[in-house]
């Protein structure tokens, strides 16, 4: 049986729950969409829903692919196994299509939401973010990039920028917050109203990247398990895999267990804690992952040996907006092609704020040299 794009939106219809978007009832995107292939009967060929589409196209665009050598918290070229920009939105979109599976809520709009959350981060992570927003004429926020690139900076279609999201992805961007865009609140920030699978996304990406940072520090020897072992959730974890192997694992073994079952824990609670209405932790959850995160910042974030790392990346950023700004004719003229109505610095930017770790130290080298850097 081949399934037709309206077959696979009623099996979609039937399958999610009344609270879900469904394809079928998508706002649409700003551009009409002309890139079906219709066959000789007069029906779609090939039966991908609207927000399948958008990951599609997420996927496969450039800035998602220079996510494999962008930070996550160690520079991406600092070792093979450590997080990074790129591993860490593939850890997001799996865990928001997790919950979503067991909400009744749309899988596919959610991935795509969770592939291009982090697009517009720049080099060096949020050092590299707190960077810009030093030199850029009225700041710079990483997700107000991911939607700037998906809507202008790439350039796949004859007939417009960007890819051409359906809007519901685009709100799902708009309104995407962590604890790190809201001095650690934790959950969807105050006056944020967005659909349920935006919210999912939301969650997902502080699930994923307080476990994974917690597995790299304790990769990395920064952070121990002396420092993790007093926390409430590292506790309950602990016991379940006890209760599960007889003991904890050994080395490495151990660490990953223990680091999945509090996944699993955060999972179920969003799970247990939903009313149809929002998605949320409950407030024992939040008290957990706020220790959590408190030990990862005094013991790894803020550590001598992540700090130095960094710090040499917001120090290259900076001399590297600096020569640019004094030579603008340096700057591609792809970026360059909107400066009389944004400004020489706006091209700057978007360059700089695209460029990989190791791309950036390379035109730093080449544009500055190595003195004082």
């Known amino acids: 049986m081949i399934y037709t794009k309206d077959k696979l939106e009623q099996l979609e219809e039937n399958r999610l729950a009344p609270y879900a978007v469904k394809s079928m009832e998508s706002k649409g995107r700003k551009f009409k969409d002309t890139s079906a292939s219709i066959g000789r009967s007069g029906i779609e060929r090939y039966g991908r829903l609207c927000f399948q589409k958008d990951r599609d196209r997420i996927i496969h665009c450039k800035a998602f692919r220079r996510l494999d050598e962008k930070t996550q918290v160690f520079p991406a070229f600092v070792g093979d196994h450590y997080r990074t920009r790129l591993t860490h939105t593939l850890e997001v979109a799996q865990i928001s299509r997790d919950i979503c599976r067991r909400l009744g809520l749309n899988e596919d709009l959610a991935e795509a939401i969770a592939l291009a959350h982090d697009l517009g981060h720049p080099p060096f992570g949020h050092a590299g973010e707190d960077a810009l927003n030093e030199v850029v004429p009225g700041g710079f926020e990483h997700n107000n990039q991911s939607q700037r690139i998906v809507e202008k900076l790439e350039k796949l279609y004859p007939d417009f920028d960007g890819l051409n999201l359906s809007l519901e992805v685009l709100e799902g961007l708009a309104k ?100 149809e209405t929002a998605v949320t932790f409950s407030n024992s959850m939040v008290e957990k992952i706020k220790e959590l995160r408190e030990i990862l910042f005094e013991k790894f974030y803020l550590s001598e040996k992540v700090k130095s790392k960094l710090d040499n990346g917001r120090v290259m950023i900076k001399k590297l907006f600096q020569y640019y700004v004094e030579n603008p004719e340096k700057v591609p003229e792809k970026y360059r092609c909107n400066e009389s109505n944004e400004g020489i610095e706006i091209a700057i930017k978007d360059y700089i704020a695209g460029m990989t770790d190791r791309f950036l130290e390379k035109d730093v080298e080449k544009c500055c040299g190595t003195q004082d850097i």
């Open 176 to 275: 995407h917050q962590t604890s790190w865009d809201r001095s650690g609140e934790l959950g969807v920030g105050d006056g944020v109203v967005m659909h349920l699978e935006g919210q999912v996304v939301n969650l997902a990406d502080e699930i994923a990247y307080t476990n994974h940072d917690m597995d790299d520090g304790l990769r990395s020897g920064i952070l121990l398990i002396e420092d993790l072992s007093g926390a409430v959730l590292w506790q309950e974890a602990e016991k379940l895999v006890i209760e599960k192997y007889g003991q904890v694992p050994s080395g490495e073994v151990g660490i990953s267990r223990i680091i999945s079952s509090i996944i699993y824990f955060m999972i179920d609670d969003v799970v247990q804690n939903f009313d």
